[in-house]
């Protein structure tokens, strides 16, 4: 069992938005602003998304944002494209001991 | 353009031991913490350890600890990762990965197979 909770699958038509959940504890996603979003095509490694909560990398487009409340963190996705089709994972900073979780994933699927 | 190539994956029997290697380009890994995650069939990701950039520093998953050692050579710049006492549930594809204090990871590298079985 992962250490946070995301829903197993979410799905979407082309051009609409998608809202992935993240919930966690004051341990981790509740206690820090440092909650990281990964996408995972099949077969490919993980490409970050999304780092300390809301930050973009370059190359990633505006369509991808995050944000938190509390104890949990969302991944929401406007305009929902074609290749957006593949698994989501979230993880969280947790102390200097355990350093990371990630939760279980979740499978988007575009319709 | 910045790459990560992870080898030293392969078929184990169960009890054996192997070393994981990854090799930067278009990077300099002693800039870098590095981390290793894993990922067993079908299922999610799980962070297992990570190394300072001068190696110092080493920290461990619970899930872990004991069987890994994490080490680098930044003259070489890899960073490598030696399993023991390998068993069933070890079986998954090794990524490397930049690692920032904060516990976002970027670049990843493209993985490699560690599968155990006899």
């Known amino acids: 069992q992962s250490a946070l909770t995301q829903p197993r699958s979410v799905s979407g038509s082309p051009g609409q938005s998608v809202t992935i959940s993240c919930t966690g504890t004051s341990s981790d996603v509740g206690g820090y602003n440092y909650v990281s979003w990964y996408q995972q095509h099949p077969g490919k490694a993980p490409k970050l998304l999304i780092y300390?909560?809301?930050k973009r990398p370059s190359g990633v487009p505006d369509r991808f944002s995050g944000s938190k409340s509390g104890n949990t963190a969302s991944l929401t996705i406007s305009g929902l494209q074609a290749d957006d089709e593949a698994d989501y994972y979230c993880c969280s900073y947790a102390g200097s001991y355990t350093f990371v979780v990630f939760g279980g994933g979740t499978k988007l699927t575009v319709l | 353009q910045v790459h990560l190539v992870e080898s030293g994956g392969g078929l184990v029997n169960p009890g054996g031991s192997l070393t994981l290697s990854c090799a930067a380009s278009?990077?300099?890994?002693?800039?870098?913490?590095m981390t290793w995650i894993r990922q067993a069939p079908g299922k999610g990701l799980e962070w297992l350890s990570y190394i300072s950039t001068s190696g110092s520093t080493k920290i461990y998953a619970d899930s872990v600890k004991g069987r890994l050692t994490v080490s680098r050579d930044n003259a070489r710049n890899s960073v490598y990762l030696e399993i023991n006492s390998l068993r069933a549930e070890d079986t998954a594809v090794y990524y490397c990965?930049?690692?920032?204090?904060?516990?976002?990871?970027?670049?990843w590298g493209q993985g490699t197979l560690v599968t155990v079985s006899s």
């Open positions: 990965a930049v690692s920032y204090s904060s516990g976002w990871f970027d670049p």
């Open positions: 300390v909560v809301n």
């Open positions: 278009g990077l300099s890994l002693s800039d870098y913490y």
